[in-house]
């Protein structure tokens, strides 16, 4: 059996029970090197083999797995924060399907769930947004032209960019120009819950000014919209006047 399991945001700790519990099993893991913390490995059992997937290309990937099933070993496939944000499992599952590799995903903490965290924040404010985009911009590899940033900054919702942190100058004007005003609060969070994590808060005019200035170029998430600021309104789920199905708003 092959495990997709994510990692989380950086932090050992914040690896799920049950990715741990695989982890422990594990009888080979392939894990993505330039991301992922290498103190996730200090669980693995004796004897259990170790790769990088950093320094492999998907068929070399492929084939440790298949090894490994025809062997009856169990594999974990060890993926940054969640498989299912950028973590390029479709095409490996894809094959294994092919190939009759029986698999399942265990699902771990976003590093956009770490950012927040780390921001003291709350992406979906009431009267503030109630919508999270998480996209990258189009750097090495393409984005469908209809996901530009520019159009998704038409929403003015809370923006998430993974992957992008090299691209500043263009994200900020095309943030602006798609209808973010430049005063509008934005931070970079960089390795969100690693012993190195940084915060840098800014405006969206900032954002590459300040990514130079101290010298971030990968690994940092883009944070963008009104949640950052300080104005919202509070939840209509605990006003005592709103009534729900397990107690009676109180009315004058």
């Given at each position: 059996?092959?495990?997709?399991?994510?990692?989380?945001?950086?932090?050992?700790?914040?690896?799920?029970?049950?990715?741990?519990?695989l982890?422990?099993?594990?009888?080979?893991?392939?894990?993505a090197?330039?991301?992922?913390?290498?103190?996730?490995?200090?669980?693995?059992?004796?004897?259990?083999?170790?790769?990088?997937?950093?320094?492999?290309?998907l068929d070399?990937?492929?084939?440790?797995?298949?090894?490994?099933?025809?062997?009856?070993?169990?594999?974990?496939?060890?993926?940054?924060?969640?498989?299912?944000?950028?973590?390029?499992?479709?095409?490996?599952?894809?094959?294994?399907?092919?190939?009759?590799?029986?698999y399942?995903?265990?699902?771990?903490?976003?590093?956009?769930?770490?950012?927040?965290?780390?921001?003291?924040?709350?992406?979906?404010?009431?009267?503030?947004?109630?919508?999270?985009?998480?996209?990258?911009?189009?750097?090495?590899?393409?984005?469908?032209g209809?996901?530009?940033?520019?159009?998704?900054?038409?929403?003015?919702?809370?923006?998430?960019?993974?992957?992008?942190?090299?691209?500043?100058?263009?994200?900020?004007?095309?943030l602006?120009?798609?209808?973010?005003?430049?005063?509008?609060?934005?931070?970079?969070?960089?390795?969100?819950?690693?012993?190195?994590?940084k915060?840098?808060?800014?405006?969206?005019?900032?954002?590459?000014?300040?990514?130079?200035?101290?010298?971030?170029?990968?690994?940092?998430?883009?944070?963008?919209?009104?949640?950052?600021?300080?104005?919202?309104?509070?939840?209509r789920?605990?006003?005592?006047?709103?009534?729900?199905?397990?107690?009676?708003?109180?009315?004058?």
């Open positions: 059996m092959v495990y997709f399991v994510g990692a989380g945001p950086g932090a050992a700790d914040l690896i799920t029970l049950r990715g741990k519990a982890l422990e099993n594990a009888d080979m893991i392939i894990y090197g330039s991301l992922v913390n290498p103190e996730l490995l200090s669980f693995a059992k004796p004897g259990c083999e170790v790769f990088d997937s950093a320094r492999m290309t070399e990937v492929i084939e440790k797995m298949k090894i490994a099933s025809a062997l009856g070993k169990n594999t974990v496939r060890l993926h940054t924060g969640d498989p299912g944000l950028y973590g390029a499992i479709r095409e490996q599952t894809d094959r294994l399907s092919a190939l009759g590799v029986a399942e995903t265990c699902p771990g903490v976003s590093s956009f769930c770490a950012a927040a965290a780390a921001l003291r924040a709350e992406y979906t404010l009431p009267g503030v947004t109630q919508t999270v985009i998480i996209t990258r911009a189009a750097g090495r590899t393409a984005v469908p209809r996901e530009n940033i520019r159009s998704l900054a038409a929403h003015n919702a809370t923006m998430v960019l993974f992957l992008s942190a090299g691209l500043l100058d263009e994200i900020s004007q095309d602006m120009e798609g209808g973010y005003s430049p005063e509008t609060p934005a931070a970079i969070v960089y390795k969100a819950s690693w012993p190195e994590e915060i840098i808060r800014c405006t969206v005019a900032e954002l590459c000014k300040r990514a130079e200035e101290n010298g971030i170029t990968k690994t940092a998430l883009i944070c963008v919209g009104g949640f950052l600021g300080d104005d919202y309104e509070l939840s789920l605990y006003s005592a006047d709103f009534s729900t199905g397990y107690r009676k708003g109180i009315t004058e």
